[in-house]
């Protein structure tokens, strides 16, 4: 599936087996649907039947667009640089 919508599908599991994948999943930041997509393409690959799909999106939550490299702030929002630049 290149450039189209996501396809759902309604996907029954036994609940052990859900938990073991939720487990797998927050382990490695992604969401039970995300960590079934995984396994499933590997599965794939592991058959030589992979498919060119577009790629996923890296693991864990985007990153927050802050202050640059050097910018970094502590927790209270001030600069961690001193006025000298230490």
């Known amino acids: 599936m290149t450039g189209g919508k996501r ?4 996907l029954r599991l036994d609940p052990a087996v859900h938990a073991a ?3 797998w999943a927050a382990d490695d930041l992604r969401s039970v649907n995300a960590q079934i997509e995984i396994i ?3 599965a794939l ?5 992979g498919v ?3 790629p996923m999106r890296g693991r864990g939550r985007p990153r927050k667009d802050v202050e640059g490299a050097d910018g970094a702030r502590d927790g209270d929002g001030a600069s961690s640089v001193g006025a000298d630049g230490r």
């Open 7 to 10: 396809k759902q599908v309604l």
């Open 21 to 23: 994948i939720a487990k």
């Open 40 to 42: 499933l393409r590997r």
């Open 45 to 49: 690959d592991d058959a030589g039947r």
């Open 52 to 54: 060119k799909a577009a």
